[in-house]
Nanobody, 128 residues
């Protein structure tokens, strides 16, 4: 059973930065998994933020974070990071990390249904 744990959330002022981390453990097959970040604000649906291929080379971002957020991956540590810069109050949400099996090294998992394992989430609050 794969276990996913996020960390790094907190309170930050608008314009500030935070880095989220996500550790996936419990399987030797994690190296074959794509990883991604989603977020859910109060009263809203969970939405896709960014994803990275299983080899860490290819990335994809939702438009509202392009140029501000960077996803990266340390394959040796089964860890994915989300560097968040120029944060806005509308970025306030619970951020979830997810992982799922990926057929190809460069494949990106875009949808919630593509992910098999989810963390409990970490709260990010951006004050104005």
């Amino acid at each position: 059973q794969v276990h996913v744990v996020e960390s790094g959330g907190g309170l930050v002022q608008a314009g500030g930065s935070l880095t989220l981390s996500c550790l996936a453990s419990g399987s030797t097959f994690i190296k074959y998994y794509g990883m991604g970040w989603f977020r859910q604000a109060p009263g809203k649906e969970r939405e896709f933020v960014a994803a990275i291929s299983r080899n860490g080379i290819r990335t994809y971002y939702e438009d509202f974070v392009k140029g501000r957020f960077t996803i990266s991956r340390d394959i040796t540590k089964n860890t994915v990071y989300l560097q968040m810069n120029s944060l806005k109050p509308e970025d306030t949400a619970v951020y979830y990390c997810a992982t799922g099996s990926s057929p190809g090294e460069l494949d990106i998992l875009y949808t919630r249904n593509a992910y098999d394992y989810w963390g409990q989430g970490t709260q990010v609050t951006v004050s104005s």
